[in-house]
T-cell receptor, first 114, second 112 residues
């Protein structure tokens, strides 16, 4: 089974802190994604990566950056956390060669910025 | 650009009743369509998908969906729901360009 793990289920940080959210997948997937999920707004794409060291902005990249140094790991960085970044963050991966196009999601990290 | 509209934000239904969760999309090119389910405190998992072929797609847990190209819809149905189907459901569309777009979600609440 595909497994996508996220470093923390719950995280509380203070305004202005630098925050790292880590995501690891074990299926050798090329594509990885970071979303944030807010009530009534569904999933919004922050950044995605098609391969190692490649990244592209999604729909709401402001205030975030990402890093993909190894194929299995995709990190989301909040350079200076703000209260409006309090949210659920979901990581996902997808094969770049399979025609199924299914995304596999991690359990999510609920981040609270105080 | 593509977009997805889930027409109902909340759907309450009694156990063993049928349910339909509605999804419309817009895209200028061919699309692939998905329904995902998110149980409380969990990530999303795939219920079913339409890539090509038969427009009636069957998924896990007794759910099915029908792709209607002329109405640009992909509604999710189940003939008889269980308490355990209580969850949030997301419709998603993907084109060959790569990104997927998700709807805002529909919360299905099954009452005894």
């Amino acid at each position: 089974d595909v497994k996508v793990t996220q470093s923390s289920r719950y995280l509380v940080k203070r305004t202005g802190e630098k925050v790292f959210l880590e995501c690891v997948q074990d299926m050798d997937h090329e594509n990885m994604f970071w979303y944030r999920q807010d009530p009534g707004l569904g999933l919004r794409l922050i950044y995605f990566s098609y391969d190692v060291k490649m990244k592209e902005k999604g729909d709401i990249p402001e205030g975030y950056s990402v890093s993909r140094e190894k194929k299995e790991r995709f990190s989301l960085i909040l350079e200076s956390a703000s209260t409006n970044q309090t949210s659920m963050y979901l990581c996902a991966s997808r094969s770049g060669t399979s025609v199924s196009y299914e995304q596999y999601f991690g359990p999510g990290t609920r981040l609270t910025v105080t | 650009a593509q977009s997805v509209t889930q027409l109902d934000s909340q759907v309450p239904v009694f156990e063993e009743a049928p349910v339909e969760l509605r999804c419309n999309y817009s895209s200028s090119v061919s699309v692939y369509l998905f329904w995902y389910v998110q149980y409380p405190n969990q990530g999303l998992q795939l219920l079913l998908k339409y890539l090509s072929g038969s427009t009636l797609v069957k998924g896990i847990n007794g759910f099915e969906a029908e792709f209607n190209k002329s109405q640009t819809s992909f509604h999710l149905r189940k003939p008889s729901v269980h308490i355990s189907d209580t969850a949030e459901y997301f419709c998603a569309v993907k084109t060959n360009a790569g990104k997927s777009t998700f709807g805002d979600g529909t919360t299905l609440t099954v009452k005894p």
